[in-house]
């Protein structure tokens, strides 16, 4: 199987790396190994917070796709970064889960599999039509539990 120099990795894929090291693993905490970056700060701001994050997360992915990366690639990834907004929005509990989930971590490695490895080259049509139809499920059943709330408060 044929690797790719690390130097044929486009200037852009090069800003991923960093962008997801400022996400993910920028700070360290104290006589620990434990990193965390800005997304699980951002998670603390109320709805904006996560929609930051994910914006950046489509960005990296964006990106991606530009370079012409496989669908099993992105739908993947983008699996990563929708996991990680529907456990950002559950109050509380989402902003201890952005600290572990780590999507933009997670989509790096994808990436470097892609990239210098060579895996995840096949279609992938059926994950994103998998995906899709969770995406879609999750939307209606977050409508429905406000609607709900809203009922309980009137």
């Given at each position: 199987?044929?690797?790719?120099?690390?130097?044929?990795?486009?200037?852009?894929?090069?800003?991923?790396?960093?962008?997801?090291?400022?996400?993910?693993?920028?700070?360290?905490?104290?006589?620990?190994?434990?990193?965390?970056?800005i997304d699980p700060i951002l998670g603390f701001v109320p709805?904006?917070?996560?929609?930051?994050?994910?914006?950046?997360?489509?960005?990296?992915?964006?990106?991606?796709?530009?370079?012409?990366?496989?669908?099993?690639?992105?739908?993947?990834?983008?699996?990563?970064?929708?996991?990680?907004l529907i456990m950002g929005s559950v109050p509380l509990v989402g902003n201890i889960a952005d600290f572990m989930?780590?999507?933009?971590?997670?989509?790096?490695?994808?990436?470097?599999?892609?990239?210098?490895?060579?895996?995840?080259?096949?279609?992938?049509?059926?994950?994103?039509?998998?995906?899709?139809?969770?995406?879609?499920?999750?939307?209606?059943?977050?409508?429905?539990?406000?609607?709900?709330?809203?009922?309980?408060?009137?």
């Open positions: 199987m044929e690797t790719r120099d690390k130097k044929q990795l486009p200037v852009e894929l090069r800003t991923i790396e960093i962008l997801s090291k400022v996400l993910d693993s920028t700070f360290r905490v104290p006589f620990t190994s434990f990193k965390f970056g709805i904006i917070g996560d929609l930051v994050s994910f914006a950046i997360s489509l960005f990296i992915i964006w990106t991606v796709y530009k370079h012409k990366a496989s669908t099993m690639l992105i739908v993947l990834m983008l699996k990563n970064i929708f996991v990680d989930h780590r999507a933009n971590s997670k989509n790096l490695k994808l990436i470097h599999e892609y990239h210098y490895e060579n895996k995840h080259q096949k279609g992938g049509k059926t994950l994103l039509i998998g995906l899709l139809v969770f995406i879609i499920l999750t939307i209606i059943a977050m409508f429905y539990l406000l609607w709900y709330l809203w009922q309980m408060i009137i």
